[in-house]
């Protein structure tokens, strides 16, 4: 961005939470979002999932994670099988960003 410009939307702060997580079922050959309590999540931050800590269930793909509502994680995962397949419980490794401010509707 331009040094000329009042920059908007740079990262405020971007840390790592391990919220443990009990997903139910997902059907086969579908994804499914599941929600999760996770205190201190906010509707602005920009959520990736780096994955179980553990060995993820043969077949399953963590794939988008949002927060439609503050302190509740949306959590989707696929299911790639032809039967239904429960997620690794445990331990996720998240990745949380903040912005300073709204973001910028382009990279000019």
């Given at each position: 961005?331009?040094?000329?410009?009042?920059?908007?939307?740079?990262?405020?702060?971007?840390?790592?939470?391990?919220?443990?997580?009990?997903?139910?079922?997902?059907?086969?050959?579908?994804?499914?979002?599941?929600?999760?309590?996770?205190?201190?999540?906010?509707?602005?931050?920009?959520?990736?999932?780096?994955?179980?800590?553990?060995?993820?269930?043969?077949?399953?793909?963590?794939?988008?994670?949002?927060?439609?509502?503050?302190?509740?994680?949306?959590?989707?995962?696929?299911?790639?099988?032809?039967?239904?397949?429960?997620?690794?419980?445990?331990?996720?490794?998240?990745q949380i960003t903040r912005t300073e401010g709204p973001l910028?509707?382009?990279?000019?």
């Amino acid at each position: 961005m331009s040094s000329t410009t009042i920059t908007r939307g740079n990262v405020l702060e971007t840390f790592y939470i391990g919220p443990t997580l009990t997903p139910a079922a997902v059907a086969t050959y579908t994804t499914a979002v599941q929600t999760f309590n996770i205190p201190g999540l906010k509707t602005t931050d920009i959520i990736v999932a780096i994955g179980a800590k553990g060995v993820q269930v043969a077949g399953i793909i963590t794939a988008e994670c949002d927060c439609y509502t503050d302190g509740v994680l949306s959590f989707q995962f696929a299911n790639t099988t032809a039967a239904s397949v429960t997620p690794y419980a445990g331990t996720y490794v998240l990745q949380i960003t903040r912005t300073e401010g709204p973001l910028p509707l382009t990279a000019v």
